[in-house]
């Protein structure tokens, strides 16, 4: 197998600004596995959060690529990623799933089927319909005119799920916000997302508030670092909570599971498509829904979550849709739904020429 590394960058249409603070742009790194005339490709997309910035992604992809080189098939490369034999144990959840990515799209390409055919086993029969799911979309931290200008957009454009940042330094501030959206588009559903700005103390006063407002959950409204005290106040809270820098992996969805009532899975913060399946076994059952999210990143980082959206109380697949230019298509959302494709692999294919690259070893 042979694979190709090419980094671009990313631009957001405008600034996002959350608690943490406000991003314009990411780098995104693009990995291609090729095999008999056939490619695959994945992406991994830079995060200061999560200490991967572009160069460190290379790298990393470099090591996976020497990996990738001791089988003989992609078939057995991916078996071997789903057992998780492929990498080593401290790679970072974002390469692992970019690498996953990639063979998804090459095996489903070599065998015809979309990845989400391939999830379910493929066979030769029709197979069910192709996963699709309505879609929140995110506006930032702003004001609140703004922000209900932006909300009468998306609602007229078909958005019925909109997720408001919160955890500006004046909790007034965000109530405002989520009133001004409430009432500019009255029909929405509305998620909120402090980004873990909150005391729980400060949660436990303003969350009421919230739920007077229609909020219909509220994602990881503490500071990160204590699940026992998230759980808690997920036990009182007038709004269902939904863990997530609370939630990287499996080991955690387990803790949490039947004591919030959301995880949100990210591929990479899990580590990939089979990583968010193990999850989502994991919380069935227990009470605690799924939620699918993303980092904002092109089409093809979004594309191999949109396959699973089938499974998802919550869908939060809005990455590519912040974006100023998209390098790749294929999985809409711009009506407020995205769509697995029903083309063989991820379905996506690229819209402009590509960032400069290299192979890889």
């Not at 990313?10 to 693009?30: F, H, K, N, T």
């Not at 294929?330 to 991820?346: F, K, N, Q, S």
Request: aromatic residues 2%.
């Amino acid at each position: 197998m042979r694979t190709t590394l090419r980094t671009a960058r990313l631009r957001l249409a405008e600034p996002l600004r959350i608690s943490r603070g406000v991003m314009d742009a990411r780098d995104a790194v693009w990995l291609s596995v090729e095999h008999g005339g056939v490619r695959g490709f994945g992406e991994a997309v830079a995060s200061a959060y999560y200490g991967l910035d572009a160069g460190a992604i290379r790298r990393l992809m470099c090591h996976a690529a020497v990996g990738l080189g001791r089988f003989a098939t992609p078939e057995s490369a991916l078996e071997a990623v789903r057992e998780e034999a492929l990498l080593p144990r401290d790679t970072p959840p974002a390469v692992t799933a970019a690498v996953e990515a990639a063979l998804l799209d090459l095996v489903g390409k070599r065998a015809g089927l979309p990845v989400h055919r391939l999830l379910e086993g493929g066979g030769s029969g029709g197979g069910t319909a192709a996963p699709a799911a309505d879609t929140a979309r995110t506006i930032g931290i702003t004001s609140p005119v703004r922000a209900a200008l932006t909300a009468r957009c998306l609602a007229d454009a078909g958005f019925t799920v909109l997720k408001v940042k919160g955890g500006s330094p004046d909790p007034a501030d965000d109530i405002e916000r989520v009133r001004a959206v409430r009432q500019a588009a009255p029909h929405a559903r509305l998620l909120l997302d402090p980004n873990g700005a909150w005391t729980p103390a400060r949660a436990r006063k303003l969350l009421p508030r919230f739920a007077e407002l229609g909020v219909e959950a509220v994602e990881q409204p503490t500071l990160p670092g204590d699940p026992e005290g998230l759980a808690r106040l997920a036990e009182t809270s007038p709004l269902p909570v939904i863990a997530d820098e609370d939630a990287a992996g499996l080991d955690d969805a387990r803790r949490l599971a039947g004591r919030v009532q959301g995880v949100n899975v990210k591929l990479a913060k899990c580590g990939g498509v089979h990583a968010a399946l193990r999850i989502a076994d994991a919380l069935a059952g227990s009470g605690t829904g799924l939620m699918l999210g993303c980092l904002t990143a092109s089409s093809l980082g979004i594309a191999p979550a949109v396959h699973l959206a089938d499974r998802a109380r919550w869908t939060d697949l809005d990455g590519h849709l912040l974006l100023a230019h998209d390098p790749w298509t294929g999985i809409g959302g711009e009506d407020g739904t995205v769509r697995a494709p029903a083309a063989p692999g991820l379905g996506v294919r690229a819209t402009a020429p590509r960032a400069q690259g290299d192979p890889a070893p």
